[in-house]
């Protein structure tokens, strides 16, 4: 079987499971607005894949790949090259001292005797492997470091600590619904690049050659690499969002808020008719109101072209198919929402009241004629 027959294989129902939700003709739900924490933690995420990208680009130290000399050239081929370099870079040096340090500044004379003592290091072929293995800082800082086994205990809490402000780094950064997901996607690319990183460093080879045979440091190649890698992960979980899809509890969750949002215009309305009859004024300014909106309804209630628009517009939908669909899907709602957890002690007959006063607060209220106010009045 060819690897075009195990793709067929695996992608085509995936492929034809999104041309169904592509050609599907449904009218789908608007998006939910993006909130100042989503703005906030895709800046934050950019930041940080920046940030790594700045830290990949910064030169790295490697006095071999500098000498340009392959890791296991005979002793004599260093020693020419280094003369060569530290001729060109401290003008009057020579190895019998002739370079005169006494003139040159302090950070002159720091970096070459640090120069010197590094070259008497790599004469030897294990210690250039070393050096390449486990770095130029990890080489020439560690005191107490001897063995190899030294310089990689020497070496994992940097690696280590690199990988943890990398995890807390997503993690602050996805602290909304929109990128929960990529809390899981990130500890899994990050335990995989651990993986492979410490693999690459401490189990191949030491050194990376070129076609022209000059040495460049694995630790620093696989640190570039390494940033590089939390640089795509951020910008990945700082660009792809969470489809915005509505879980039944989402829905839920959408139609209490709007009923509570009725129910509080409804008391709103009870408040403000209650003050305005309980004062003469206000009274009579409401009933004369009324009067005329009465009259301009009875007049366009007796119009002849609005009856047959309005019969022509009901005609058109099936009210009491639509009301028992509505009452299924609000049972299917209540009712997922008690299998979630996300309401508990439902009471049906309040589900059912609820119903009811969800279907009459869809239909316009009808505010108390005069004639009404004139009756609660006596």
């Known amino acids: 079987m060819s690897w075009l027959n195990v ?17 599907k003709k449904t009218t789908p739900r608007p998006p939910r607005p993006k909130t100042s924490l989503d703005t906030f933690s895709t800046f934050f995420l950019v930041f940080v894949a920046c940030a790594n990208v700045l830290v990949a680009t910064i030169p790295s ?3 071999l790949r500098d000498l340009r000399v392959h890791p296991e050239s005979p002793s004599f081929v260093v020693r ?46 294990d210690n250039r492997r070393m050096y390449l293995r486990y770095g130029h ?21 940097s690696l280590v600590l690199s990988y943890a402000m990398t995890l807390v780094f997503i993690g602050l950064g996805t602290l909304t619904w929109r990128k929960t997901q990529w809390r899981t996607y990130g500890a899994v690319v990050l335990t995989g690049i651990a993986v492979v990183d410490a693999y690459v460093i401490f189990l191949s080879e030491a050194a990376i050659v070129d076609r022209h ?27 792809i969002d969470k489809k915005d899809e509505w879980t ?24 403000a008719r209650a003050a305005t009859l309980s004062d003469g004024t206000l009274r009579r300014k409401f009933m004369e109101h009324y009067k005329e909106k009465e009259a301009v309804n009875d007049a366009v209630s007796r119009d002849l072209e609005y009856k047959e628009t ?9 009210l009491s198919q639509l009301i028992t669909e ?26 059912a009241a609820s119903e009811e006063g969800n279907a009459s607060s869809d239909v316009p209220v009808s505010e108390p004629t005069p004639t009404a106010a004139n009756n609660k009045r006596k």
Not at 100 to 109: C, V
Not at 137 to 157: G, H, K, L, R
Not at 219 to 228: A, F, K, P, S
């Open 7 to 23: 793709a067929l294989w695996v992608g085509l129902p995936f492929l034809i499971s999104k041309a169904r939700e592509y050609f």
């Open 213 to 239: 045979g000059v040495s460049s440091s694995l630790y620093d190649t696989m640190y570039g690499w390494r940033r590089w890698s939390f640089a795509a992960l951020a910008l990945a979980a700082a660009f």
């Open 137 to 157: 800082d990890a080489f020439t800082q560690c005191n107490w470091c001897a063995e190899p086994s030294d310089f990689m205990i020497y070496i994992v809490p």
């Open 326 to 351: 509505a009452q299924a899907l609000c049972e299917h709602i209540v009712q997922a929402a008690i299998d979630e957890g996300v309401v508990s002690g439902v009471d049906r007959r309040e589900a």
């Open 248 to 271: 039944e509890a989402d829905i839920l969750k959408d139609v209490l808020a709007k009923n509570q949002v009725i129910y509080n215009r409804a008391q709103a309305f009870r408040l």
């Open 80 to 125: 020419n090259h280094f003369r060569q370099y530290m001729s060109a870079k401290f003008p009057g040096w020579t190895q019998e001292g002739a370079y005169d340090l006494q003139q040159a500044n302090p950070a002159t004379r720091d970096r070459v005797e640090e120069l010197e003592r590094l070259y008497e290091l790599l004469k030897s072929t």
């Open 61 to 63: 130290q490697n006095l």
């Open 310 to 318: 309005r019969e022509k517009v009901l005609q058109k939908y099936n």
